[in-house]
């Protein structure tokens, strides 16, 4: 726990870019599934959205991780933007919530 603190805090405030991302990358490469809540949390409260992308990859590339990305955001469809959806659904085209940007309604 104490390393993801670490992490997060670098995620916050970086010396620069690049470890900014790396940081919120890294964010993700945790086997434990409550810091992977944590971190979904923080992407549905705190994170900018240009940064979504660097917080799924982490979580999307994990194994350990990757089903419980796919559930929570399932389960917080109807709360998670546009460009979280479609991030999603770039690095898991099975995600069955996605219905694409020119979906109708039925």
């Not at 979904?40 to 917080?55: G, P, R, V």
């Not at 590339?61 to 659904?89: D, G, I």
Request: proline letters at 5%; charged letters at 20%; hydrophobic letters at 40%.
């Amino acid at each position: 726990r104490e390393e993801y603190e670490a992490v997060k805090g670098i995620s916050a405030n970086p010396k620069n870019p690049a470890s900014g991302v790396a940081a919120t990358i890294a964010m993700g490469a945790t086997m434990d599934l409550q810091i992977a809540e944590d971190v979904f949390n923080h992407i549905l409260t705190q994170a900018k959205e240009q940064d979504y992308i660097y917080y799924f990859v982490g979580l999307g590339r994990n194994p350990a991780t990757r089903k419980y990305l796919v559930k929570s955001f399932e389960k917080h469809y109807a709360t998670v933007s546009f460009m979280q959806k479609w991030l999603l659904h770039r690095f898991n085209p099975s995600c069955s919530s996605w219905k694409g940007p020119l979906a109708t309604s039925v």
